[in-house]
């Protein structure tokens, strides 16, 4: 399972980056309203300078016809920007223009199996399934998931990748690499949550402290 980020924060990516185990980010309107430059497609090309997988970048249009001028222009911003559209009858039509003229989609806001189905027969790259927020309304975000990698193994034409979204903990983490999840995209406190461990860090400090034990004699 690949990792990405799910943030527009420079600093954040840069650091994640350093790490070498992320594979892409994925933005949105809400995350980029946190940063100081809201600009989008400024950030967008400071992120893609940064990584080189895969960036998601929204549309803020509603219309099919808006949808597909709006993507056409954005993904020009840099080679690997794909096109976030959210799954509505218009984002459909949307997504099947736009991945017959090559641009990849990420279907978005994908809260059922039958939404993320509908994504991919649109030709949809990517199909993002929002967990946390499923889970927030009392819905099981993780049994979307297993349903839309289990229908998309039963047709291989199906080309769309499950992006488990909406993390909110390690454990969603966990269990999306468990159901077979092609990506995960993770906020930054997440992903340092996945890296932490007390006992990690208490085993460093014994490592440690009984080398200096010796290294004193
Ligand atoms: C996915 O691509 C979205 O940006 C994101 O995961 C939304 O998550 P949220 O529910 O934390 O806003």
Partial sequence: MQIFLDT???????????????????????????ETTADYETVTKKICSIIDGPVSVEVLSETADEMIKEARIKAKWAPNVNIKIPITPDGLTATSVLSEEGIDVNMTLCFS??????????????????????????????QVVEDTIKILANYPDLEAQVIAAS????????????????????????????????????????FLDDWKKVANK
Avoid: C, E, W
Avoid at 176 to 181: K, R
Avoid at 190 to 203: E, K, N, R, S, Y
């Fill in 8 to 34: 527009a924060n420079i600093d954040q990516i840069k650091q994640a980056a350093g790490l070498g185990i992320i594979s892409g980010v994925t933005t949105n309107p809400s995350l980029l309203a946190k």
């Fill in 113 to 142: 199996a039958n939404q993320a189905l509908l994504g991919a027969l649109a030709g949809a790259a990517y199909v993002s399934i929002f967990v946390g927020r499923l889970d927030d309304v009392g819905q099981d975000g993780m």
């Fill in 167 to 206: 993390i909110r903990n390690p454990m969603h983490v966990t269990y999306a690499a468990m159901a077979g999840a092609d990506v995960a995209t993770v906020p930054y406190a997440v992903l340092m949550q996945m890296i932490q461990h007390p006992l990690t860090d208490a085993g460093i400090k014994r």
